[in-house]
């Protein structure tokens, strides 16, 4: 059984008020949470004490939430507290991650997960800059927009057409028509869909791979992605990495941090990393790699890595990956 959480507020204690708030809060938390009715077990509201011309629970039944036990209860007065509230709990029977909703002047309830807010988590390669923004998302229930997926989409769509990955006229071309989108399951789970079709297992291919690195280079896809990547997190909570995200993609996101580590411990992160899926790699060549690798991505002409000044730098040399999030989550909830 998983319970989901949600509150609202109304301009005024009325029946038709009271009918409109509730079936927006409860129509949103099942959209959210991509819920059915038949899985809904039960309803429980509770009211603040000036609300009392209207049941919640009957404005649920009237809503179209009537196959579920429902209750209302009113809460005691409380000095200082929301007024004009409705507070409910949706019993569900589903494994599941529930996703709470907090709508109109009940955000400032939860303002970590009811206001949209975006992370930017930059770094250069080997600082743990991804397995960090994962986990980040899955503790705070946000979503993490896997950049990477939305390039790879653009070198399948690319390599589709019969275009070559050098050809930029013929890529600019291809930009203009292509439709890419990305949406979520229940589970969390990114699906990118290029053209109407889900490709998110199609993109791993080697192939793909290989492609991706050369057309990610092209200003043509970089920009249509960044526009892509800006209008997603316009919409919806979400954590992303990458080595521009804090100063060209999100320059104004709500929270910045810059991971970095000694050249030494991110090569063998990425060292162990190997070894452990059967490659043979030699440590010092792959030193040398990353090394070169900085230098490419902090002087490349467009969006080169670079911290942004209002980035919170995090060195994750002597540090574990829960150690990294304990920092950033105590930021953040300082802040929120």
Known sequence: MVVIRGATTVACDEKDEIRKAVKE?????????????????????????DIHSYYPAKAAREAGFEGCSLFSAQEPDIQGGLALCIRVMIFVEKDMTPRHVYLRGAKVLRKDIATVYSVAIDGPAGSGKSTIAKRLAADYHIHYLDTGAMYRAC????????????????????MRTVKLEVSYDETGNQHTLLDGRDVSEEIRRPPIS???????????????????????????????????????????????FYLTASPEVRAKRRYDELVAKGNQVD??????????????????????????????????????????????KSYMQERI
């Open 210 to 256: 290989m492609a991706s690195s050369r057309v990610s280079k092209h200003p043509s896809v970089r920009m249509h992605m960044v526009e892509k990547q800006r209008e997603i997190a316009s919409k919806m909570s979400c954590v992303l990495d990458g080595r521009d995200i804090g100063t060209f993609v999100l320059p104004d996101a709500d929270f910045k």
């Open 25 to 49: 809060l409860l129509e949103q938390i099942a959209n959210v949470n991509l819920l059915i009715k038949d899985e809904i077990v039960s309803i429980v509201f509770s009211s603040t004490s």
């Open 283 to 328: 440590f010092e060549e792959l030193k040398a790699e990353i090394i070169r690798r900085d230098e490419q991505d902090s002087t490349r002409a467009v969006a080169p890595l670079k911290r942004a000044e209002d980035a919170v730098l995090i060195d994750t040399t002597d540090l574990s990956i829960d150690e990294v999030l304990g920092r950033i």
């Open 155 to 174: 070198a399948l769509k690319i390599l589709e057409a019969g275009v070559a990955v050098d050809d930029e006229a013929a890529i600019v071309d291809l």
